[in-house]
């Protein structure tokens, strides 16, 4: 999640197995969906967050599923409420995968085939904890070849006026043995310039994303990347010396900025790929014409 000038990071001081994303897997707690190209797993346990992306056939999770805070899915962010995330005050933060104590957030409703899932979900107040009745989060993932596409979705019916905030199009958190972020800067997007690779810090630092995708390799540049449809910035870390560190974590988050008013409702599509950078970014450019033609933004709906 955000830090420290935005927020700070949600699970980066708790302990971690030796590979977050080899984590062991407990089926009870999962549907996965597989195309014979990709396999996609969403933690039941967890608001349907997305826990795992693999090649189909593979025992090799490209995320991190750590704890509710982890995973690829909604936050987001409103005005102070005298919440504490610990020792630190905190504001209004419904999330996805539930708070950060390991309460799960309600999934209202999860129905999936062997290619697409979709879920309902009410989401928790991250550091306040309780079930937020007043939004409501939906999720409709499809695979289609080596992509799998997402379509997120929020809506508030809450009374309160929340400030505008940077908000995280989604929070992605991504197994630590990829501790390489890839991604585009360059002021003419999609024209093929030079990729930028670097190994953030921690806490919190900034990026533009012309392109509107990030992606996280190991050393043999292979990994996972997502895009954005509504993002051109991002914010991202890197916690942990080594994968198998306290608290090792790959992070980032496509940023929008907005305010949550009464009514308020928002919804975008985003993509996650495997592959070297360059075949990400292929792969993104077909795509992003279709993923921006139905994100939406209403104070009404």
Same mark, same amino acid.
């Given at each position: 999640m955000l830090s420290l000038a935005l927020n700070p990071s949600v699970g980066a001081d708790k302990p971690t197995k030796a590979v977050a994303g080899a984590a062991v897997i407990k089926p009870a707690d999962w549907v996965f969906i597989d195309n014979g190209i990709v396999r996609l797993g969403v933690k039941k346990t967890a608001g349907a967050g997305i826990g795992w992306f693999s090649r189909s056939g593979s025992q090799e999770n490209l995320l991190d599923h750590y704890d509710a805070g982890r995973l690829i899915q909604q936050s987001y962010y409103g005005k102070k409420d005298g919440s504490m995330w610990r020792d630190k005050p905190w504001t209004w933060n419904p999330v996805q995968g539930g708070d950060y104590k390991g309460h799960p957030s309600e999934v209202l409703e999860l129905t999936s085939n062997s290619t697409a899932l979709y879920a309902r979900i009410r989401p928790r107040n991250w550091a306040g904890g309780e079930l937020l009745d007043e939004c409501l989060m939906e999720q409709t993932i499809v695979l289609q070849g080596a992509e799998a596409l997402v379509r997120f979705s929020?809506?508030?019916?809450?009374?309160?006026?929340?400030?505008? #905030? $940077? /908000?995280?199009?989604?929070?992605?958190?991504?197994?630590?043995?990829?501790?390489?972020?890839?991604?585009?800067?360059? +002021? =003419?997007?999609?024209?093929?310039?030079?990729?930028? #690779? $670097? /190994?953030?810090?921690?806490?919190?630092?900034?990026?533009?994303?012309?392109?509107?995708?990030?992606?996280?390799?190991? +050393? =043999?540049?292979?990994?996972?990347?997502?895009?954005?449809?509504?993002?051109?910035?991002?914010?991202?870390y890197r916690a942990g010396k080594s994968p198998q560190a306290k608290g090792a974590c790959s992070y980032v988050a496509p940023l929008v900025k907005f305010a949550i008013t009464p009514g308020f409702y928002f919804e975008y599509k985003m993509a996650i790929a495997l592959g070297t950078p360059e075949e990400m970014r292929v792969a993104f450019s077909k795509l992003r014409e279709v993923l921006s033609s139905e994100s939406k933004k209403a104070a009404t709906e």
């Open positions: 929020f809506r508030y019916r809450g009374t309160e006026v929340h400030p505008m #905030r $940077s /908000q995280e199009v989604p929070a992605t958190f991504i197994n630590p043995a990829y501790d390489t972020m890839v991604i585009y800067e360059g +002021d =003419q997007p999609w024209t093929g310039g030079e990729l930028t #690779r $670097s /190994q953030p810090g921690w806490p919190n630092e900034s990026r533009k994303i012309s392109e509107g995708w990030a992606a996280w390799v190991n +050393d =043999q540049n292979i990994g996972v990347g997502v895009y954005s449809s509504v993002a051109k910035d991002l914010t991202c």
